[in-house]
């Protein structure tokens, strides 16, 4: 989730938002016959619930615009809350279509909703409503807990299907059929934004993994249920991949093939191979604690704002919990210190004495400015504004990077602005259980 707000992050959901407007009012233009409240709701919605599904295509293209402008947990957040919303917007479209056709001829809602169903380019829409339906419920914290990563990634590649069904039934709805301009501005924002996904998603890993020619070269146990795998490849200095980032992986083998997961990098990248540290946590990770050298590989990225390019302040805290110490790792190794600067890393972790990349942190703690603090209390170490301002008091000047459990990133990064950290000067991401 990050913290960063620039120009980019705040001027994206703006814009966003007056063409959301746009769209909103296009049905109840001058020109429009027929209004009334009922009507108003049933057309508002279903324009705004298409327009809001594109967007949500859209932001989830991976476009690196966009996920280097925003960062991808926040695009995330975005994308679950958008997500909601657009269900709640198809749900009242629906209905107040039936309730708006029921009134118009004098039958009951049953009656209603199957003649309304019988129209022309509605069967599209009820498609794409029982697609969604079904996305939605996967989506459901309850319901995620309880199935792989693997399937919850490929029921949600169901979204596209019902995006593009409920297009063709936008394109034969009163508000734009017989308006030609409106009907190929439309095709073209949904063009552009399946557009953005085949390229960004199928295509420039593709052509990554041809050019690049990504192998493992190398894997090492780093303790129970964690490995580190290195991939080698060809002109890696290209990609310009930064300490701090990420990639989203694909192990091109028999049982891992079919999902791609975000892993960071857990030491800077070099010129001819990236190192990734891997903790099993699901049947995906799982099973690429055992993976072959040599297996090929897909890589999309990098990705992340976890970068000294963020950095701002002389003296800079990296707070790492669980995982998260991946990219912080990497920070360590390369952020510079100028003289009298300080950087210190934080690591929350039960035991230090076999904490994830321990003996090279404490050995990278070893360069003058550079400091290495574990927090061991029971559960792996207390994290509030409070405790750290005690170890850190001039923490509110300092740049402050964090890495962690969603759960904890967000506490701490709410915790921290109490404290008067600025915004700017706090930049984070959260990893997900399912992906590290």
Do not use: K
Not at 150 to 171: D, K, M, N, R
Not at 203 to 225: I, S, W, Y
């Amino acid at each position: 989730m990050s913290a960063d707000r620039g120009p980019g992050n705040a001027a994206l959901p703006q814009a966003l938002i007056v063409l959301g407007a746009v769209v909103a009012v296009w049905p109840v233009r001058p020109s429009a016959t027929g209004i009334t409240g009922d009507v108003v709701i049933a057309h508002v919605s279903g324009m705004l619930a298409g327009y809001g599904a594109v967007v949500l295509v859209a932001l989830m293209s991976r476009w690196p615009v966009i996920e280097r402008a925003v960062g991808a947990d926040e695009l995330a957040r975005w994308h679950a809350r958008g997500g909601r919303l657009v269900m709640a917007l198809i749900v009242t479209h629906a209905c107040a279509a039936v309730v708006v056709w029921a009134r118009l001829r004098g039958i009951d809602a049953g009656s209603a909703l199957i003649e309304v169903v019988r129209m022309p380019g509605v069967a599209a829409a009820v498609v794409a409503l029982v697609l969604l339906l079904a996305v939605a419920g996967t989506s459901i914290r309850r319901a995620r807990r309880r199935i792989r990563y693997e399937t919850w990634h490929g029921i949600h590649l169901v979204s596209y299907l019902a995006v593009a069904a409920g297009f063709v039934h936008q394109l034969a709805g009163p508000d734009l059929a017989g308006h030609r301009a409106v009907q190929v501005g439309w095709s073209l924002l949904y063009t552009a934004a399946f557009a953005l996904v085949v390229h960004y998603r199928l295509l420039v890993p593709l052509r990554t993994a041809m050019r690049h020619r990504l192998r493992v070269a190398d894997v090492v146990e780093e303790g129970a249920g964690t490995v580190s795998i290195t991939v080698g490849g060809s002109r890696l200095h290209e990609l310009r991949a930064q300490p701090g980032q990420y990639f989203r992986w694909r192990f091109l083998t028999p049982d891992t093939w079919l999902s791609a997961h975000p892993f960071s990098l857990s030491a800077p990248p070099a010129h001819d191979s990236f190192r990734l540290t891997v903790s099993a946590r699901g049947d995906g990770t799982h099973a690429l604690q055992s993976i072959e050298p040599g297996t090929r590989v897909v890589a999309e990225g990098p990705y992340g704002i976890l970068t000294e390019r963020r950095r701002t302040r002389r003296d800079v805290v990296l707070i790492a919990g669980g995982v998260g110490i991946a990219p912080m790792r990497a920070l360590f190794e390369t952020l510079a210190i100028p003289p009298g600067g300080d950087v210190l890393l934080l690591y929350r972790t039960a035991d230090p004495e076999h904490a994830l990349l321990g003996d090279e942190l404490d050995r990278l703690a070893q360069r003058a400015g550079a400091r290495l603090h574990y927090l061991t209390q029971p559960g792996g170490g207390e994290l509030t504004a409070a405790s750290l301002l005690g170890r850190v008091p001039d923490l509110v000047t300092r740049d402050v990077f964090i890495c962690g459990p969603p759960a904890m990133t967000r506490t701490l990064m709410a915790d921290l602005t109490r404290a008067g950290l600025p915004r700017a000067h706090l930049h984070a991401e959260g990893y997900h259980s399912g992906s590290h």
